[in-house]
Every structure is written in structure tokens, then in C-alpha cells.
């Protein structure tokens, strides 16, 4: 009874999440409530009392949205100290057909070398500066997510699922980016042709409202600061290279560090400075996005403890073509995490060796980049786009912009899951017919 209650909970809680514009109740009230009554449900109904599990959920959650409050923070404090200006200044076209391309290429190649999560978050406040108009600017916030999220699949740290694979072992550095990256490619330059179709004009850049009043070495402070908030962000990947420690400390230990220089930057002039300060920029952090974050997370966290990722996986096996249950993967993780769902399937299908390979060839697909898991880490890393609730960036865009589920769904989604397809069937056409044989 708990297991079908369950669903059925989630997909009300879902429905209004994703109503939120027209019920007019704010999405992150819903996760909330949505993550309790899942969890209450296989408490009371499931027999439900391992404390232990659910604060393990809780952490792994927990490590996300400290990493998303750091990595905002860091963002927002660059912005207010002016320090991208130093990218803006560089971008001179107001034609919109150009900006689009040119956001999305940085936004695909930034997303490699960062994640699509602080990807997204960097991009967002850079179309702040760039784009005056809402609509406009949820346009290319769309397209911000749908490149970042393309970026992250084809490198081993750009996304949390590759970097899952990574870690464990099912695929390699070099074999990931020379095998995903022409379908990642394709994935992203599809929609974006399609919405490039779709734009006439310029954009009309803001009015800078908010002149920051500084010292006369106003320009090279916000250099400071805009070189050691990228460089935090860059340092991240690098810190749990060398560490092994998770992605959030890193980011934190950014923040504490520019924490540090601002506080000694306006230490003479703290009254006049005082909307500068790192702690005055974490009262404007966006909460509620935070919260929506932990009450999704969190709800589908539930799902994986009760078993139904599991028995989703399990149904995905008698598919048989690893292709098709890997498009379905990426399908469904625009509707529920991507994380748990690939760790469902490396615990549905382990790292065959050569032995085993040649008692059964046909697990030459889950061998150490093997197709299985390099169409994985596509499917994952992409599929999420197809949503704008179904990734990381995408929920982090949403809460940023305030976008609302059914615009995404009418003006992005179908394009997304047309660039979507199209870089799978890329990807099968270069693993089937050129790589693979």
C-alpha cells in the first residue's frame, strides 16, 4: 500500500510543483511539504525506522546545497564588487542571434572545466548585466541550462554522475571526452539552431542602477575580486583531485578566503562598504531556492529508500539494448535525480573484466569504457534538460530567474529533448559503427 501511496504522493507533489504560476503557491513551500510526506508515508506505513539512513540521505543532500550556497555566494559578491564586468565589457553585439551563440559556446566549454551547477549560476549573473528584459533573458537562461548541462556530460568533473563514474572507476578521462564530446556537441548546437530561428532583434543591455561608489582603486579591487572568485570556483575541482575531499569544501574554502579579502578591503570603510561585505550578500542568497533544492532531494531520496529506483531499474533490464535504457535513463532523470538512478544502474550492472568478457562477449559494453557507461554519463548529464527541474543547473536557473515550469516546458523542453535524441543517436552511430567495430 506505502509503495503505491508513495507514488501517488510524488506525482501530486510534482503536479504542483510544477503548477506553481497559476495555484500560486511557491514551489519550494510544495518540496518541502512534498519531502515530509514521502518520508512520514514509509515511516508510518512501510516500517520505516533507520535514523541512520536518512541522515545519510540528508548529508548527501546536505553537500549539494552547501555547495550551491557557497557557489552563489562567491557569484553574488563578484557581481556586486563589479568584477564581471571584465567579461561584459568584452561582448560588445546586442544582436541576439550572436549573444545567443556566444553565451551558450562559453557556457558548454565553462561548464567542462567548472561544473554545470556553478556553470549556471556564473552565467545567470553575467545575463543580469547583459539583457534588460525578463523574457528575453529567460530565453538565454534556458539555453545557459541546456549548454552547461551538454558541457558537464563529456568531462569527468563537470557533472555529479560523471563524476560518479569517474570516481568509481567505470570509465576514464580521456575515453570520456573523445567519445561523448561530438555528441554533446550535438546536443546543445541542435536547440540552439532552433532557437536562433526564433530571435529577431537586439537586446537592450540595463541601466546600471546600481553604481558602486569605491575607493579610486575601485577597478583593480574588482579585479581582485573577480580573479579570486574564479579562481575558488576553478580551484574547486582541483581540491578534491588532491584532498579527495567533497566538491562543498572547496567551495567553501573559497568563500572563507574572500570572505577574509573583502573584510580587510573595507576595513576602513565598513559603513560606507557595509552592502559589500560577504555577511550582507548571504542575507540576499536566494533561500528559497535552497530549500526547494533540499525538499526535492529529499523526496526522491525517499524514492530510493523504499525501493522504487531500484525496481525501476530492474524494469529498464529487460529493455535488453543498452542503447534504449540508457535514452530512457536520461528521460527519466529530467523527472527525478540523476544521481540515484545511475547509481542504480552500476549497482545493476558492475565493471566486467577481460575474463569475463571472454566467457560472454556481449559484456564488452560494461568493461572500463565500456559503451554502456560512456552513453550513461550522456544520457545522465543531458537528459536532465528536458525539465527545468530535472538537473542541478536547471533548478538553480529557476530559483535565480524565477522561471516558471510551464514556460520552460512550452518554449525549451521540446527542443532540449530533440537535441537530446539527436546526440544519442549520434553517439550510437559513432560507438556502433566506428569505435566499437
Not at 3 to 16: D, H, K, N, P
Not at 84 to 94: G, L, N, P, R, S
Not at 253 to 276: A, Q
Not at 362 to 387: K, N, R
Request: charged share 15%; glycine share 8%.
Amino acid at each position: 500500500m506505502y509503495f503505491t501511496l508513495m507514488i501517488i504522493v510524488f506525482i501530486i507533489g510534482y503536479a504542483f510543483i510544477a503548477l506553481e504560476h497559476p495555484l500560486k503557491i511557491n514551489k519550494s513551500a510544495t518540496a518541502l511539504l512534498l519531502a515530509v510526506f514521502m518520508w512520514s508515508i514509509y515511516a508510518l506505513l512501510g516500517g520505516f525506522h533507520n535514523s541512520e539512513h536518512l541522515i545519510e540521505h540528508l548529508g548527501e543532500t546536505s553537500e549539494i546545497l552547501f555547495f550551491l550556497l557557497g557557489a552563489m555566494t562567491i557569484v553574488e559578491t563578484v557581481d556586486k564588487h563589479g568584477g564581471f564586468a571584465i567579461i561584459t565589457d568584452q561582448i560588445k553585439t546586442t544582436n541576439k542571434r550572436k549573444l545567443l551563440w556566444i553565451i551558450s559556446i562559453i557556457t558548454f566549454f565553462m561548464s567542462a572545466v567548472l561544473d554545470n551547477l556553478t556553470t549556471s549560476i556564473v552565467m545567470v549573473a553575467l545575463l543580469r548585466k547583459l539583457i534588460a528584459d525578463k523574457k528575453d533573458r529567460w530565453f538565454f537562461a534556458g539555453m545557459v541550462i541546456l549548454a552547461a548541462n551538454a558541457g558537464g556530460a563529456w568531462s569527468p568533473i563537470g557533472d555529479v554522475t560523471t563524476i560518479m563514474l569517474w570516481i568509481k572507476g567505470n570509465i576514464t578521462s580521456a575515453m570520456i571526452i573523445k567519445e561523448t564530446f561530438i555528441p554533446s556537441l550535438v546536443s546543445m548546437v541542435v536547440p540552439l539552431a532552433v532557437i536562433t530561428l526564433t530571435m529577431k532583434g537586439s537586446v537592450v543591455r540595463p541601466q546600471d542602477t546600481e553604481t558602486i561608489t569605491t575607493l579610486a582603486g575601485s577597478k583593480s579591487q574588482s579585479n581582485i575580486i573577480f580573479f579570486l572568485g574564479v579562481g575558488s570556483l576553478l580551484f574547486t575541482p582541483v581540491f578534491k583531485t588532491i584532498t579527495h575531499l567533497p566538491p562543498y569544501l572547496g567551495i567553501l574554502f573559497g568563500l572563507g578566503l574572500i570572505w577574509v579579502v573583502t573584510e580587510i578591503m573595507h576595513r576602513n570603510n565598513r559603513d560606507k562598504y557595509s552592502r559589500l561585505n560577504v555577511s550582507s550578500i548571504l542575507q540576499k542568497v536566494d533561500t528559497p531556492s535552497v530549500l526547494f533544492f533540499l525538499g526535492i532531494l529529499m523526496a526522491v531520496a525517499a524514492l530510493s529508500e523504499a525501493g522504487h529506483l531500484k525496481l525501476l531499474a530492474q524494469s529498464l533490464d529487460k529493455i535488453g539494448n543498452i542503447y534504449i535504457i540508457n535514452i530512457v535513463i536520461g528521460i527519466l532523470s529530467s523527472i527525478v535525480d540523476n544521481v540515484p538512478l545511475v547509481a542504480a544502474a552500476m549497482g545493476m550492472y558492475p565493471v566486467a573484466d577481460a575474463a569475463a568478457v571472454v566467457a560472454n562477449p556481449e559484456l564488452s559494453h560494461f568493461m572500463v569504457d565500456g559503451a554502456f557507461w560512456e552513453m550513461l554519463a550522456y544520457c545522465a548529464g543531458t537528459g536532465g534538460s528536458i525539465l527545468i527541474i530535472g538537473s542541478a543547473a536547471g533548478v538553480a536557473v529557476m530559483g535565480m530567474e524565477k522561471i516558471d515550469f510551464i514556460w520552460y516546458l512550452k518554449k525549451i523542453s521540446l527542443w532540449a529533448l530533440l537535441g537530446y535524441l539527436a546526440g544519442a543517436g549520434t553517439f550510437y552511430l559513432l560507438s556502433h559503427y566506428l569505435m566499437h567495430t
